[in-house]
């Protein structure tokens, strides 16, 4: 059973830098996908970016393209979101997520960790 858990969420000012982390275990297919997500009160869940089990080929939302950043590091079993020049609207609960498909679904996720929040404000 795959399982995620993610860390790194706080409030942090505008213009400001955090960096998520999500521990993953359980994995046991060479090719899948995995994934952040983000869910803002009152609103849908919203894709934040993805990245493929060899950790090439990243894919952002155009919101966050050139300013968010996904890597895996597949030694330690660690998915990572560097998030810089932060925005209020980018306040919401950032989920992690695993996909077994070998690419990249963006409304198709197979596992969900809790959630972290991420605040951005002055």
């Known amino acids: 059973q795959v399982h995620l858990v993610e860390s790194g969420g706080g409030l942090v000012q505008p213009g400001g830098s955090l960096r998520l982390s999500c521990s993953y275990s359980?994995?046991?297919?060479?090719?899948?996908?995995m994934g952040w997500l983000r869910q803002a009160p009152g609103q849908d869940h919203e894709f934040v970016a993805g990245i493929t089990s060899s950790g090439i080929t990243p894919q952002y939302s155009d919101s966050q393209k050139g300013r968010f950043t996904i890597s895996k590091d597949n030694f330690k079993n660690i998915l990572y979101l560097e998030m810089n020049s932060l925005r209020p609207e980018d306040t919401a609960t950032y989920y992690c997520a695993y996909s077994n498909s070998p690419t990249i679904q963006i409304n198709d996720w197979n596992t969900w960790g809790q959630g972290t929040q991420v605040t951005v404000s002055s």
């Open positions: 359980g994995i046991f297919r060479d090719i899948y996908t």
